[in-house]
């Protein structure tokens, strides 16, 4: 055995390009097929324009809701007949909404492709939607939600979207919904929903897998013949923040030991052109082991577990949030310190060492997003949602491994604006508002946690 004591150097990254695919129009639908060699496990799905973003306002939480019925029962199957099928199969079905699209489909043995595909039609074309499967689905995701409201990281992150966001913009909760918005929903908005949203005309098939032998317009046209549902016109989701300047929203939990804090602001939307300088900056300050905030809060201070910050961008706009757990009597020190590292970050840029660092890890790890089929397919997904190009992942990771420190530090100066952060402290109010009161941050309001 040969022991070092020096670390490697890394290497030269190696060449890299997102997997070809193809685009075809099949019965009126569109398809995005991508062929793996010698991958026998694919995915068949829908990528459907029915995203959180474009949940009437004061029903928020139905897009969620809409994925999870289609499951639940067809015209021709129960929903324990529909798991047994997809069992049959040897296939795993998944459904979901994020702010942009609903998700759904299978992951499957090649060799089920056209069958999958056939059961994935069923259930987005015939799922019953019976009050029966609605009732359930809705008081299933009400008791997920106090679950999740129970984890400070879930409050707090529904106390951020409140108090970044004005009130009727449609991000000023989570994509989940929150307890009063999943309250006025009733089983006629859930169709309504699937109604308005989901059609042939709002959804792409994408297919991912070892494709030699699958007749791809085969399986188009079984997802796609036949299914006549018309979408109704989508207007753009009001997207609005509050008022410039800073503010402090601490949600009281009496008697916690710890609090979560968030310090952030609204950002902008995926589609800018300094993003990879911005979210390589983000890397620096939040995304890494070795991060400036992590540094500061756990290495320095030995205040938390681990200290992030990170931006997370939509197609219609997003947010810049740090975040760290910490004891509650470090409360506002471990405030002051990651608002600290923000407004150096915004006045000084990066150091051309942290460049290096983060070009580096960035670019190395970009093929490893991509190593799977479901990782392929979420890729498509994407390129899909945002109308990217289909030369869209390999001109990202050129620019990820030549962005300068010029655009970095320009983008640390557009993107953050520590003159108008907002902070969440998801903690003991007794133990914190009086000192959060004298410290800089903004006028300090208390809520209740469960409100």
Not at 300 to 317: L, M, N, P
Request: some cysteine; proline content about 6%.
């Amino acid at each position: 055995m040969t022991l070092i004591n020096q670390r490697p150097e890394a290497g030269e990254p190696r060449s890299w390009r997102f997997p070809a695919f193809e685009r075809r129009t099949v019965a009126g639908g569109q398809l995005l097929a991508a062929h793996l060699p010698g991958r026998p496990l694919a995915v068949t799905s829908l990528v459907i324009d029915a995203g959180a973003a474009l949940e009437p306002i004061g029903r928020e939480g139905v897009a969620e809701l809409v994925a999870r019925a289609f499951s639940e029962g067809t015209a021709a199957k129960d929903a324990y007949e529909f798991g047994v099928a997809a069992e049959r199969l040897g296939a795993t079905w998944r459904a979901s909404s994020d702010w942009d699209s609903l998700r759904l489909g299978l992951e499957v043995p090649v060799g089920e492709l056209a069958a999958a595909s056939e059961l994935m039609a069923e259930a987005v074309q015939t799922a019953t939607f019976d009050d029966d499967v609605l009732t359930r689905v809705l008081d299933e995701r009400i008791d997920e939600l106090s679950l999740e409201r129970s984890q400070p990281a879930s409050r707090g992150a529904e106390a951020f979207a409140a108090a970044v966001f004005a009130d009727g913009s449609r991000y000023d909760c989570p994509d989940g919904g929150d307890p009063s918005s999943l309250d006025r929903i009733e089983l006629a908005d859930i169709r309504a929903y699937r109604a308005a949203r989901v059609a042939r005309e709002t959804a792409t098939m994408v297919v991912v897998g070892d494709l030699e032998s699958v007749d791809l317009d085969e399986l188009g046209r079984l997802v796609f013949d036949g299914w006549d549902d018309k979408p109704d016109d989508a207007s753009p989701p009001v997207v609005s923040p509050r008022a410039p300047g800073r503010r402090v929203v601490v949600v009281d939990r009496p008697g916690s030991v710890q609090s979560l804090v968030l310090v952030g602001h609204d950002g902008p939307p995926r589609a800018i052109e300094d993003y990879v300088p911005m979210t390589t900056m983000s890397l620096v300050l939040g995304g890494m082991f070795s991060s400036r905030l992590n540094l500061k809060i756990r290495e320095e201070k030995g205040y938390a577990y681990g200290a992030f910050g990170s931006f997370d961008t939509r197609k219609h706009g997003g947010v810049f949030a740090a975040r760290a757990a910490v004891q509650s009597e470090v409360t506002v020190p471990a405030l002051l310190d990651m608002v600290g590292e923000v407004e150096r970050m915004r006045a000084d840029g990066l150091e051309p060492a942290e460049l290096a660092q983060a070009t580096a890890y960035r670019s190395g790890v970009f093929p490893i997003n991509f190593a799977g089929v479901m990782a392929v397919g979420a890729g498509l997904g994407d390129i899909i949602v945002h109308g990217f190009a289909d030369d869209h992942f390999d001109k990202l990771r050129e620019q990820v491994m030549n962005v300068t420190l010029d655009a970095a530090n320009a983008a640390a100066a557009a993107r953050l604006r520590p003159e108008d952060l907002v902070t969440v402290v998801v903690g003991d109010a007794s133990s914190c508002a009086k000192d959060l009161e004298g410290a800089g941050l903004g006028p300090v309001t208390v809520v209740p946690d469960q409100q």
